[in-house]
C-alpha cells in the first residue's frame, strides 16, 4: 500500500510514484523467522479471552511507571535505490509493555501445560519480534541498550517464567535491518502489484455488452455504498446476475477507497463457484487459468483439502507438514507467480509440486491475495480467520455476502454450543485421576442441575424426553467446566503421546461453550435442557439474536454489501443481523414480467397439521391436473418428510404412469446429484423435496429442465418450546415476535423455493400456492411485487 493512499482516495499515482509499503511486525517476524516443521499437534492453547485477563495480571503487577500496549514503528530505507523499487518500508506494531525505570521491554505470552514443549520455531519467532520491538524502542528513545524480556505466563499455576537478554542497540538494528533486506524482495513485488493492481482496476469494464435489467442498478448502489462506506441490504430477483452485478463495482472501488481486501462470503459451495467464474469473467476469460491484475483465493474446509486424513498433523506423522516452513517460501511465490485465479485445484497443485499441505498453504495465501472467495464463517464466526488478519494487519476491507437471508440461522449456529451429558459420563470411567475427578465433579453438578430443572417443571425423575428453559446461567456447572477445560489442557500438553480423539473432541467442545457463556446475555441467548431419560441430556447454549456478535465484524468492514432474491421486511435483517443505523436497503427491479410466472393459489386447500390428511387428495389432483395440463418437469414441497412420503405415496398410487422421485433424510452429495440429474431438458416427472432443503433454493434449472413448483406450506417453523421462547424473546427486543419467529422465515422459503422456476429472461413456469393463508394480505405483501398477486386474486389463475 502506498503512503498515503487513504487520505486521496480518489486518485491513482504515476507508475513512478514512490513506492511505501507497511508491514506489521508480527507479519515481518512471521515471514523471516520461522522454519521447520508444520506442528498442529494438540498444544494447550489459552482463549483470547483468557489471554487477554492473563495479559492484565501481568501488567497489573508491574509499576505505576509501565508503558502497557506501547505503539511502536519505524522507516526502512533500502540502502541503494537503485537496486530497489521500493522506497520506504514502514514497520509497526504494539509491544506488550516497557518499564522506563528498569529499561526492560517486554513481551507477554500465555500458556497451559509445559513450557518445554513450546515448539523451537515458536519460540525463535517470540525472540525475534521482541528484538524488532527493541530496535524500534532504542531508535525512538535514543537508547544505547536494552533489556528484553519473554514473560511466559502459565494460566494453570498463575507463575511466571521470565527469559531475559541485554542487548545493545547497534545490535538490534542490524538485525532490524537484516530482517526487512530479507523481506525487502517479497516488499518490493507486493508495492508494485498493489500499484499495478489498483491501475488495472480503475480501468475495468464490464465483461458484457450491457448489463441485464436491474443488474446496472445493483452495481449502482454497490458502488455507492463503497463510496459512502456504508453497509448494503440489497433485495434483488433471481436471474439479473446478482454475483457479478456487485463484484463488479466492488473491484471498482477498491483503488478508490484504498481497499485492501475484497472478501465474497457464500453460504454453499455453488455460490463460491458463481463467483469465481464472474472473477474469471471480469479478467477477460471464462476460466480460473486466465491471467488476472488482482488476485484470487478459494478458500475451502480443511476436511477437504487434506490429502492425509489417516494421518496427524504434524512433521513426524505427516510428509506435508515436514519441513512445511522451509519449502513454503518457494511455494508461496510460486502460486504468486502464476497469476491465476487460485481455486482449490490450483492451490493444490502448487502445493503438492512443493510437497507442502494445500489446507495451510491456502491459509498463508490469504495474507496476500486480494479478493477471497470462501464461506460465512470465514469472516463471521466466532474463530474468524479472515477476521483476525483484518484487525491483525490493519487492513481496509469490504464484504459481499450471497444469500444474505440466510446468515441470520447461520449467525445463530455460529454463536450456539451443545454438551452432551452421556458423553461426559463415559468419559469419567476411562480418563486418568487427574481428568476423572474434575469430570465427576461436573458430573454430580449436571446431575444436580437436571433435578432442579425436572422439580421446576414438576416432571417426574422417569420422564420421556423434555425440554425446559433455565431461569438462570447454571454459574455452578460452567464454573466446573472451567476447571475440566483447565485439567484436560493441563493433561495433554503434559501427555500429548495420550492424546485420544474423544477427549480432545469433548474439550473443543467445552472450551467451545465456556466461551461462549463469557458473553451470555439474555438479550441474545438462552440456556436450555433436553433430556431423553435418567443420565441423558443435552445442555444448549441457544443463540437466538446473532446481532449482537455479528454488529463488530460488520462494523470493522469499510463497506458490507448482503444481497439475496429475499430480504424482506428489511427491518428484520438490520435487528437480527446487528446492521448500523444509516445501512441502505434497496429493491432492485426485476427483470420478469409477470406474465411469465402463472402464479396460483389453492384457497381450498389448508396444510394445517390438523388438516395434512385431509389435504392429500386435492393436492395429488392439483399436481396431476395441472402434469396433464402442461407436462414437464416439476418440483413439489412439503414442510416434512412425513407430509411428503405421504403426498407421495398417494400420487403413485393414483398416478402410476407420472414418473416421480423423492428427496430422502440425509442425502449425500452423489445422492443429491442424482435428484437433480432427473430435471433433463425436455423430461417429464414431479420431484418431491422438503421446503428449506437442499433442493429449495441454490439449484439452476434452466431451460426447459423445470416447467414449475407446487408448494404446498407456508413453511412455518414449528410451534415447539424453542421456537415459543424466541418469540417471546424477538417480542421483548423488538416487538415483533411471531412474525420474526415463524412467518418472515417461513415465507422466506416458499419464495426460495419459488424462485427455482424462473432462472433466464425467455423462461416461463407456473407456481402453485397451496394453503388458504397465501391469500392474507400480510402474507400476500411479503411476496415479490412482481408477481402481482393482488391483481390475480379475482382472476381465473387463482384457483
Known amino acids: 500500500m502506498r503512503d498515503g493512499a487513504r487520505d486521496d482516495v480518489g486518485s491513482v499515482e504515476p507508475d513512478d510514484a514512490p513506492l511505501v509499503y507497511r508491514v506489521a511486525v508480527r507479519s515481518l517476524c512471521e515471514f523471516t523467522a520461522k522454519t521447520g516443521d508444520l506442528d498442529h499437534r494438540f498444544t494447550p492453547t489459552p482463549s483470547a479471552q483468557e489471554g487477554v485477563a492473563g495479559h492484565a495480571r501481568v501488567v497489573a503487577r508491574r509499576d505505576h511507571d509501565y508503558m502497557a500496549e506501547l505503539p511502536l514503528s519505524g522507516d526502512y ?111 518490493c513485488q507486493e508495492a508494485r502489484h498493489r500499484q499495478q493492481r489498483d491501475q488495472a482496476l480503475t480501468r475495468l469494464t464490464f465483461p458484457h455488452t450491457s448489463f441485464r435489467t436491474g443488474q446496472r442498478s445493483l452495481a449502482e448502489s454497490t458502488f455507492k455504498a463503497a463510496g459512502t462506506g456504508r453497509c448494503l441490504l440489497a433485495q434483488a430477483p433471481t ?40 472473477l474469471a469473467q471480469l479478467a477477460g476469460g471464462s476460466d480460473s487459468s486466465v491471467s488476472t491484475p488482482w488476485r484470487t483465493l478459494e478458500l475451502i474446509a480443511r476436511d477437504k483439502a487434506c490429502e492425509h486424513p489417516d494421518k496427524a498433523c504434524h512433521g513426524e506423522a505427516c510428509p506435508l507438514a515436514a519441513g512445511f516452513y522451509d519449502r513454503l517460501p518457494q511455494a508461496r511465490q510460486a502460486a504468486l507467480d502464476g497469476a491465476g485465479i487460485l481455486d482449490r485445484n490450483a492451490v493444490r497443485e502448487v502445493a503438492l509440486a512443493h510437497d ?33 488478519l483484518t484487525l491483525a494487519n490493519d487492513w481496509r476491507v469490504t464484504v459481499l455476502v450471497d444469500e444474505a437471508h440466510n446468515l441470520v440461522s447461520r449467525g445463530q449456529g455460529m454463536y450456539s454450543a451443545t454438551l452432551d451429558q452421556k458423553r461426559l459420563n463415559r468419559l469419567r470411567r476411562t480418563t486418568p485421576a487427574g481428568v476423572s475427578r474434575p469430570l465427576a465433579r461436573v458430573a ?45 489442557s493441563d493433561y495433554l500438553g503434559e501427555h500429548p503421546e495420550a492424546a485420544d480423539p474423544e477427549l480432545q473432541t469433548f474439550l473443543f467442545d467445552t472450551m467451545h461453550f465456556t466461551r461462549l457463556a463469557e458473553s451470555y446475555d439474555e438479550r441474545h441467548s438462552l440456556f436450555d435442557l433436553t433430556w431423553q431419560g435418567r443420565g441423558s441430556s443435552q445442555l444448549c447454549l441457544r443463540n437466538l439474536v446473532p446481532a449482537d456478535f455479528l454488529a463488530p465484524r460488520l462494523a470493522r468492514s469499510h463497506s458490507t454489501v448482503l444481497f439475496s432474491a429475499t430480504l424482506s421486511p428489511q427491518r428484520y435483517y438490520r435487528d437480527l443481523l446487528g446492521l448500523p443505523t444509516n445501512t441502505v436497503w434497496v429493491e432492485v ?69 407420472i414418473p416421480q422421485w423423492r428427496q430422502s433424510p440425509c442425502m449425500d452429495e452423489r445422492a443429491r446429484e442424482a435428484f437433480l440429474a432427473r430435471f433433463t431438458p425436455g423430461g417429464k416427472g414431479v420431484g418431491f423435496a422438503v421446503l428449506g432443503g437442499a433442493f429449495a433454493e441454490g439449484v439452476d434449472l ?16 414449528p410451534c415447539d418450546p424453542i421456537n415459543e421462547r424466541l418469540k417471546h424473546c424477538l417480542q421483548a427486543r423488538f416487538g415483533q415476535g411471531a412474525d420474526y419467529a415463524y412467518q418472515v422465515p417461513g415465507l422466506t422459503k416458499v419464495v426460495q423455493a419459488a424462485g427455482r422456476v424462473i432462472r433466464g429472461p425467455e423462461e416461463q413456469g407456473v407456481v402453485i400456492l397451496m394453503d388458504d393463508r397465501f391469500a392474507r394480505t400480510d402474507v400476500m405483501a411479503m411476496m415479490p411485487q412482481w408477481w402481482r398477486l393482488s391483481e390475480r386474486l379475482s382472476s381465473r389463475h387463482v384457483s
Open 77 to 187: 530505507v533500502p540502502a541503494g535505490e537503485a537496486d530497489s523499487e521500493l522506497h520506504r518500508l514502514i514497520v509497526t506494531g504494539r509491544a506488550d509493555g516497557y518499564d522506563p525505570d528498569s529499561n526492560r521491554l517486554e513481551e507477554i505470552k500465555t500458556y497451559r501445560g509445559r513450557l518445554d514443549r513450546l515448539p523451537d520455531n515458536q519460540r525463535a519467532l517470540h525472540w525475534a519480534q521482541v528484538r524488532t520491538y527493541g530496535a524500534l524502542l532504542c531508535r525512538r528513545h535514543g537508547l544505547s541498550s536494552v533489556t528484553l524480556a519473554l514473560v511466559y505466563l502459565d494460566l494453570g499455576t498463575d507463575r511466571e517464567t521470565v527469559l531475559t537478554d541485554t542487548v545493545d542497540a547497534v545490535s538490534l538494528e542490524g538485525e532490524f535491518q537484516q530482517r526487512c533486506d530479507t523481506f525487502l524482495a517479497w516488499a
Open 239 to 278: 436471474g439479473i446476475g446478482k454475483t457479478l452485478g456487485t463484484l463488479f463495482p466492488m473491484l471498482m472501488a477498491m483503488p478508490r477507497q484504498a481497499v485492501d481486501r475484497l472478501f465474497f462470503l457464500s453460504m454453499k459451495t455453488s455460490g463460491r463457484a458463481l463467483a469465481l467464474d464472474a
Open 356 to 388: 507442502i499441505c494445500p489446507y495451510y498453504l491456502g491459509q498463508e495465501l490469504a495474507r496476500w491475495c486480494d479478493v477471497i472467495v470462501g464461506d460465512v464463517n470465514y469472516y463471521f464466526d466466532t474463530s474468524a480467520m479472515l477476521y483476525a
Open 444 to 488: 454430580r453438578q449436571w446431575a444436580a442441575l437436571v433435578k432442579q430443572v425436572k422439580a421446576e417443571a414438576g416432571t417426574s425423575a422417569t420422564a420421556e424426553a423434555t425440554y425446559r428453559v433455565l431461569s438462570a446461567s447454571p454459574d455452578t456447572l460452567l464454573r466446573g467446566l472451567s476447571h475440566v477445560v483447565a485439567a484436560i
Open 589 to 657: 427491479e426485476s427483470p420478469f414480467e409477470a406474465s411469465q410466472l402463472d402464479v396460483r393459489i389453492r384457497r381450498d386447500i389448508s396444510t394445517r397439521y390438523a388438516h395434512r390428511e385431509a389435504s392429500v387428495d386435492p393436492i395429488v389432483a392439483t399436481l396431476a391436473e395441472q402434469y396433464h395440463r402442461m407436462p414437464g418437469n416439476y418440483l413439489a414441497f412439503f414442510s416434512s418428510f412425513a407430509y411428503l412420503e405421504s403426498v407421495a405415496s398417494r400420487f403413485t398410487a393414483l398416478h402410476a404412469d
Open 702 to 717: 434452466t431451460g426447459d429442465r423445470l416447467s414449475g413448483a407446487f408448494i404446498a406450506t407456508l413453511g412455518l417453523p
